[in-house]
């Protein structure tokens, strides 16, 4: 049976190692003396699944608040350097906005 890494991070430590017991791979070999933290990987391997999961933005140009985003950072600096505490701050609140529309796109 495939399985999907969102399907093995929720069984329990037995249901894994009832899992390892039936493949062959060498990534799970000695699967009776692992623990969970460690069998995951391993099935990952096995299985050739990413052990990680991948979030996408939905609704928004990501790369383009990216770039605003560094171009606010080298604003930043200028503000830093001429002391001008107004600017400063409006580019602080720009970025803390710009960061939290990325955010809350994420799913």
């Not at 999961?53 to 600096?77: P, Y």
Request: proline share 1%; glycine share 4%.
């Amino acid at each position: 049976m495939a399985y999907t890494f969102d399907q093995l991070r929720v069984k329990t430590l037995a249901e894994l190692r009832d899992i390892a017991r039936n493949t062959t791979h060498e990534a799970v070999s000695g699967w009776s003396q692992m623990k969970k933290d460690h069998l995951l990987p391993a099935l990952c391997k096995a299985f050739g699944l990413d052990t990680h999961v991948h979030h996408a933005v939905v609704g928004l140009d990501k790369t383009q608040m990216k770039a605003r985003l560094h171009a606010l950072s080298r604003a930043r600096e200028e503000a830093i350097e001429a002391g001008d505490h107004a600017k400063l701050k409006a580019i602080r609140r720009e970025r803390h906005s710009l960061t939290h529309k990325i955010r809350r796109a994420t799913v």
